[in-house]
């Protein structure tokens, strides 16, 4: 059974930094394709970075990119985001997700789309004010 235990985020005043973990347990980091969510009040969850199976590569949202780096420690099992310069739009609740790639639509977009993922995490706040 496959677990995603999320951890990292908190408050922090605009142009900070936060880092954010998501330990995978019942199964390997490096066998999935993993991504961050986020979600605000009233909007839909929108994927923020994603990276490839085994962390061969990376895609970030334009609204990020740049700022935010996806990488995955396949020692500890862990995926991790790091969010430098962040702004007040950036406060949301971020998941960690991961989808067997063999079960990935072919669509290129896909890879952002909430719909496609099976794990989820709990979530964690992150408030930049």
């Known amino acids: 059974h496959v677990q995603l235990v999320e951890s990292g985020g908190g408050s922090v005043l605009p142009g900070g930094s936060l880092r954010l973990s998501c330990v995978v347990s019942?199964?390997?980091?490096?066998?999935?394709?993993m991504a961050w969510f986020r979600q605000a009040p009233g909007k839909e969850r929108e994927g923020v970075a994603v990276?490839?199976?085994?962390?061969?590569?990376?895609y970030y949202a334009d609204s990020v990119k740049g700022r935010y780096t996806i990488s995955q420690d396949n020692a500890q099992n862990t995926l991790l985001l790091r969010m430098n310069s962040l702004k007040p739009e950036d406060t949301a609740m971020y998941y960690c997700?991961?989808?067997?790639?063999?079960?990935?639509?072919?669509?290129?977009?896909?890879?952002?789309?909430?719909?496609?993922?099976?794990?989820w995490s709990q979530g964690t706040q992150v408030t930049v004010s």
């Open positions: 997700a991961a989808v067997d790639p063999l079960l990935l639509s072919p669509l290129a977009s896909a890879v952002f789309s909430a719909d496609e993922y099976k794990y």
């Open positions: 019942g199964s390997f980091v490096r066998r999935y394709c």
């Open positions: 990276i490839s199976t085994g962390g061969g590569s990376t």
